[in-house]
């Protein structure tokens, strides 16, 4: 069976998303930017102050080289995967793509929490979402599936998916 692969900005819940949708679905959960610290023993906040960003895009793509060749397997992504189109061109082989998507206030009120983002430790951090969502925008449509966060829990998600993917027939063989 495919992949379900999750992509989305930060703060839409694909960690949180993707572990119920893998126990739901009695499948294995893996996710890149875990592995991507577990491999490299420093978090991605380390990683981005000491070698930088273009060192996490390295590690990331050779990450998603790997996860790729998965099958049956839930894959969480970080929310900047979709800017280089080889990742995306891997994933999609043996994936569904399914996009999460959140308004600037909900993803604003999700990343608040912990300052383990990078990218949004900045003191302008809704302007910065703002900018960041809409010129990522088109590579985020670029997913099969879409579904928006909203105001939705974890687990209503989960079903929402779920019904798509039995829908398209995802689910069976
Ligand atoms: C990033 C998102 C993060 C992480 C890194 C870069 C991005 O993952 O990969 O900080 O460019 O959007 P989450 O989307 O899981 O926060």
Same mark, same amino acid.
């Given at each position: 069976m495919k992949n379900v692969v999750l992509i989305g900005f930060?703060?839409?819940?694909k960690t949180s998303v993707g572990r119920l949708l893998a126990g739901r679905l009695g499948r294995p959960f893996v996710d890149i930017d875990q592995k991507i610290e577990r491999h490299a023993r420093m978090t991605i906040a380390e990683m981005f102050a000491t070698r930088g960003e273009e060192y996490f895009r390295r590690r990331e793509r050779e990450t998603v080289g790997r996860v790729?060749?998965?099958?049956n397997t839930v894959i969480a992504t970080g929310?900047?995967?979709?800017? &280089?189109p080889g990742n995306m061109a891997r994933l999609r082989t043996g994936g569904v793509i399914v996009c999460l998507t959140a308004s600037v206030d909900t993803i604003l009120e999700r990343t608040g929490r912990s300052n383990a983002r990078p990218l949004l430790d900045r003191t302008d951090r809704r302007e910065l979402i703002a900018r960041m969502l809409a010129e990522r925008a088109p590579l985020y449509a670029g997913a099969d599936y879409t579904v &928006?966060? &909203?105001?939705?829990t974890p687990r209503r998600t989960v079903d929402i998916i779920v019904d798509y993917l039995r829908q398209e027939g995802y689910l069976s063989g």
């Open positions: 930060m703060g839409t819940g790729a060749r998965y099958r929310g900047g995967v979709v800017l &280089d &928006d966060t &909203d105001g939705q």
